[in-house]
């Protein structure tokens, strides 16, 4: 796991509660809300990493990750 991702909901609008990275990794907030929240973490010396997205529905957070690149 790179990190936590906490996020909640009002309806369908997201909003980033926090987020922090596991030692070993750096993270950067790519969208705060409120269509959705998403985060990247990248293991330190490495290029890619992973994004964790979060989407609202039905008032509950609904997270997702997948490999990303920056300008991806």
Request: charged share 20%.
């Amino acid at each position: 796991m790179a990190g936590h991702v906490i996020a909640e909901c009002n309806g369908t609008a997201a909003r980033l509660a926090s987020a922090y990275p596991n030692a070993g990794f750096r993270y950067q907030i790519l969208t705060r809300g409120p269509a959705q929240v998403r985060v990247w973490f990248q293991r330190l010396g490495e290029d890619g990493g992973i994004a964790v997205t979060a989407r609202c529905v039905a008032g509950v957070p609904r997270f997702t990750t997948a490999e990303y690149e920056p300008g991806d």
